[in-house]
Structure formats: structure tokens, C-alpha cells
T-cell receptor
């Protein structure tokens, strides 16, 4: 069955890099996503990666995919207080298909 | 243009009552999704509509839950005989195709007393 696992909490000092990890079980997943949910705000797509890619970089965000181990990570460089949010790892089999989410990792920024 | 809208934003109901939650997707989006976010449970897929195809109802937790999408646009999620465990934020999303085109609404917070 489909399952996405991620740790529930991460604390990082301001200015350091944050690395949020995720594992998924469905090897046929084609798209893997990272969503951000800030307090009182809606769910926002941060970035996504195709399963045939190893890495995707977008400004301070780097996504790494290890398809063999079904492991996805999100690295946020130079973490800022505005990065404080819940980050959801997610996967889908096809474009427009239902998206299966993990439980989310709450990122806490230490001063 | 306008994003995905949901109404009501908050709903408090008594156990055993029926509720209807509404989602207005982005105009022209062919795909519409319902998810549920409970405390500590992350986002749980409920149901998915794509064009004129039969909906994927595989995530609905019980037969008390149903959803319709009229005219390929507005969708209504109905929960009959609500239970306290139905309390959650119900999120709707729509998509026009492609993995980066899915947009979420603000959600409806349902509280069952």
C-alpha cells in the first residue's frame, strides 16, 4: 500500500541548514512533493521532483531523491524564522492523481 | 484570478447531525480533491474527481461520507450522522493538469460536539 513517513519535529538554529527526511513505500510513485503549511495559512506547494531525477535545486531549496531506497529529502539553506512551518512530504503515481501525504514535520527555528 | 474557496470556514455541529461542506475550485480546473487534516494525522486523502470520469472514492472512511461534483465545477462533501472523530479541517484542492498546478483552499474546520 501507499505510505509516506517523516519525522514529526525538527529544530534548527537560524542561519543553519535544515534537512527534512522522508521515506515512501510505493515504488511506482512518479511525482514526489514537498508542501509547506504555515500557521493560519493554506497548504502551499514548495517544490516537486520527478522520479527519474536525483536532485532538484530552487534557490535555498534542494531536493534529493534516492529512488533505490525510496528516500526523499528537503534541504533548506540558511534557515530563516520565516521558514518555521510544517513541511509535508507527498507522492503521487501520475499527474493529477491523488496525492498521498506524510504526517508532516514541524520545523522550529531557534534564535 | 480567484483561488480555491471553501465554505463555511468553520462549522460546529452536534453529534448525529448531517453537514455539507462546499468547495469552489479554480475556474477551468478539471481535477478536484478532498482531503482531511486531523490533529496528529497529517493529510488524509478522501475523494478525487477528474473530468467526467468516475470519482476515486477509495479514501472515504465510511459510508457516512459522500461527495458530488456538479457540472464539473462546485463540489459538496456531505457527512451524515456526524461523529466526534469527524472533527477535522477538510481541505479541497483543484488542478488543471501537471504536478505543479494543484492549489489548496483554506479549508473548513469542522467541530462535532
Amino acid at each position: 500500500g501507499e505510505d509516506v513517513e517523516q519525522s514529526l519535529f525538527l529544530s534548527v538554529r537560524e542561519g543553519d541548514s535544515s534537512v527534512i527526511n522522508c521515506t515512501y513505500t510505493d515504488s511506482s510513485s512518479t511525482y514526489l512533493y514537498w508542501y509547506k503549511q504555515e500557521p493560519g495559512a493554506g497548504l502551499q506547494l514548495l517544490t516537486y521532483i520527478f522520479s527519474n531525477m536525483d536532485m532538484k535545486q530552487d534557490q535555498r531549496l534542494t531536493v534529493l531523491l534516492n529512488k533505490k531506497d525510496k528516500h526523499l529529502s528537503l534541504r533548506i539553506a540558511d534557515t530563516q524564522t520565516g521558514d518555521s512551518a510544517i513541511y509535508f512530504c507527498a507522492e503521487s503515481m501520475n499527474r493529477d492523481d491523488k496525492i498521498i501525504f506524510g504526517k508532516g514535520t514541524r520545523l522550529h527555528i531557534l534564535p | 484570478g480567484a483561488g480555491v474557496s471553501q465554505s463555511p470556514s468553520n462549522k460546529v455541529t452536534e453529534k448525529g447531525k448531517d453537514v455539507e461542506l462546499r468547495c469552489d475550485p479554480i475556474s477551468g480546473h478539471t481535477a478536484l480533491y478532498w482531503y482531511r487534516q486531523s490533529l496528529g494525522q497529517g493529510l488524509e486523502f478522501l475523494i478525487y474527481f477528474q473530468g467526467n470520469s468516475a470519482p476515486d472514492k477509495s479514501g472515504l472512511p465510511s459510508d457516512r461520507f459522500s461527495a458530488e461534483r456538479t457540472g464539473g465545477s462546485v463540489s459538496t462533501l456531505t457527512i451524515q450522522r456526524t461523529q466526534q472523530e469527524d472533527s477535522a479541517v477538510y481541505l479541497c484542492a483543484s488542478s488543471s493538469g501537471g504536478p505543479d498546478t494543484q492549489y489548496f483552499g483554506p479549508g473548513t474546520r469542522l467541530t462535532v460536539l
